[in-house]
């Protein structure tokens, strides 16, 4: 069995309130443009929200911001935020991941192989099939 170490949300906590500069840096830094990958998940959206497609308001939205609107918003009003908000949600934290916890606390997985052998994709694949379904059960 997989083992899930207990304090995961206090550990989460733990983290975040270290990890300012790098809220900053990611913001500042993106791996990609966020009004061209904000615009790509339109199709997503539209799948999501009817009324918002039919009016086209979410590209229009991604459009008219544009991502200095993004990286200006989420530093001024995260950087001062962010661990105070991931502590203020700790408790709403632990009792959502805790059933995906046990989820992955009570599988029996396929024996793990050498560094590199594809077999051990299939340990990642129950993994994933145990956590979808529970999502679904929920």
Do not use: C
């Not at 995961?8 to 733990?14: E, F, G, H, L, N």
């Not at 046990?102 to 145990?130: E, Q």
């Amino acid at each position: 069995m997989p083992k899930v170490r207990a304090g995961s949300s206090q550990r989460w906590v733990d983290h975040a309130s270290r990890a300012t500069d790098d809220y900053v840096q990611g913001i500042q830094n993106p791996r990609a443009d966020w009004a061209i990958a904000t615009s790509n998940a339109e199709g997503n959206y539209e799948q999501g929200i009817q009324d918002a497609i039919s009016k086209k308001r979410f590209g229009k939205g991604v459009k008219r911001a544009g991502s200095q609107a993004q990286i200006s918003g989420a530093i001024g009003k995260g950087k001062d935020r962010y661990a105070g908000g991931v502590s203020a949600a700790e408790a709403k934290y632990a009792s959502r991941v805790q059933p995906f916890l046990d989820t992955i606390a009570n599988l029996s997985l396929p024996p793990r192989g050498p560094k590199g052998d594809p077999r051990n994709l299939d340990r990642v694949a129950a993994i994933a099939k145990a956590l979808r379904a529970k999502k679904l059960s929920m």
